[in-house]
């Protein structure tokens, strides 16, 4: 094998890429020349130096868990966890209470009429003032209370998701 | 199943993470990402050369593939799809960058064990000096090269994620090579004259 023979093939012979002919051939040659073994040490010094590299990639789990940060994994599932928590659930019982009391409506209005005779004959100023509010709300149809409890329920979810968002912002 | 009861899906295909992915299964697309960053950090680290926004980078490259997983038609490998991007996206932050700015201080690796500080200085000036003819090589030499040490990618996979025969490969890794111990050469004989000159003195 010529010197230039074996040049070419030395960097395959670094990485074990060579079949056994080859590899015999340049075992033999390297035996009796100085020049093509300083090439080889060169080359198993190149070698060294890029197989180091490998260190210099990051760990995978903390380039998954800055990618996932970015874009916003875990907080997602936090918002949609928090959204469908509180402030579903108190809406929920707010629409359910208003429900309850158009259906069995008459209950409710003893309730009121009770406490609506006793104020009428000792109440003043601020006290009398709530009292008409309610008497007036005891007149009024289902649909005024429906809506009345609509309103709540926007103002709830509306509330809480806007405090959920200010949490998650936060973060 | 996982130690957190999730089902395990490193056993997936590429193309059903990404299906996964698409129906809104996050850890589908961390598992994607696992698996490719070496050859994002491969490609940007072989477009960019050394220097800290390397990670920046290949982190944006795993941003713009999960925006634009809708788009991946499966007609090419999710490697390769993601090589092309990864370029693309190197290739624009290099742009951003200016041109005199090659900072190659992250090169500094461990030193073995015993090394006198001497020897780890020279050491450690050898790899930057590598590291400054390795940016110097043809692109397509740095890619392959930075695919098959970095990445540790074998030489028929960097033929698929990039297209090429692998014969053409061999040849591009070959000529790096070759490219790279004339320099280390040349790095060793002036060493060697500096260590004599220091020895005589």
Redesign the interface.
Known sequence: MKCEHVE?KL??YVEGDLDAVDRAGIDAHLATCDACR??LA??A??ES??????????P??R??A???G??G?GKR?KVLRALVSMPALLSAAFVATGVLLIVVGNPFRILLDRFTSAPRLHATGWSEAITRQVVALEHANEYVLLGVYLGVFAVIMLTGSWMVLRHVREQ | MDARGEMSLSGETDAQLVARSLEGN?NA???L???H??VV??VV?AVLGAGDEV?DV??DV??KV?RGLGTYRGDARFATWLYRIARNEAINAARRRRVDTTPVD??V??APEGERPDEQYHRDEQ?RT?ETHLAQLDEHHRVV??L?????KSYAEIAEILELPIGTVKTY??RA??E??RH??RL?VSNDRRAKKRHEM
């Not at chain 2, 098959?148 to 540790?152: A, P």
């Open positions: 070419n960097p395959f300083t090439s060169a080359y010094q190149l130096f890029l197989s180091d590299r490998r260190t210099l990639v990051p995978a789990s380039t998954a800055r990618v996932a970015r874009l994994f599932r | 996050e697309f961390r598992t990402v696992e698996r960053q070496a950090y491969g680290r990670e290949a982190q795993f941003i999960y992250d090169v690796l461990r790899r590598m090269l930075e098959r040490y970095m990445s540790e890794i070959h090579k070759q790279l111990k280390l050469m060793t």
